[in-house]
């Protein structure tokens, strides 16, 4: 199984950015996928979830700013923020929902 997220960088707030998450050796179009995020000094956050039937979840603190998406075709699953705050900064992972996140994660920084 291998999960490899991109799409981080450095953003102002108000700003935008698309994460990626490329996976590979597991079924992907029949798993629910989630992604999460860490922060500085914090422990992990559950930030998305998506299921295969392409219902998707959200936390509080980011629904209405964030949307979660996937590609079958691709193997990939996204995550769309917009109108990021300074409190979204840190490092987001994706996962096979019910599973610890594998990947080495994607680093996103809002700030001025």
């Known amino acids: 199984v291998q999960l490899v997220e991109s799409g981080g960088g450095l953003v102002q707030p108000g700003g935008s950015l698309r994460l990626s998450c490329a996976v590979s050796?597991?079924?992907?179009?029949?798993?629910?996928m989630r992604w999460a995020r860490q922060a500085p000094g914090k422990g992990l956050e559950w930030v998305s979830d998506?299921?295969?039937?392409?219902?998707?979840t959200y936390a509080d603190s980011v629904k209405g700013r964030f949307t979660i998406s996937r590609d079958n075709g691709k193997n990939t699953v996204y995550l769309q923020m917009s109108n990021l705050k300074p409190e979204d900064t840190a490092v987001y992972y994706c996962?096979?929902?019910?599973?610890?996140?594998r990947g080495q994660g994607t680093q996103v920084t809002v700030s001025s």
């Open positions: 050796g597991f079924t992907f179009s029949g798993s629910a």
């Open positions: 996962a096979i929902r019910g599973n610890d996140p």
């Open positions: 998506i299921f295969s039937s392409g219902m998707t």
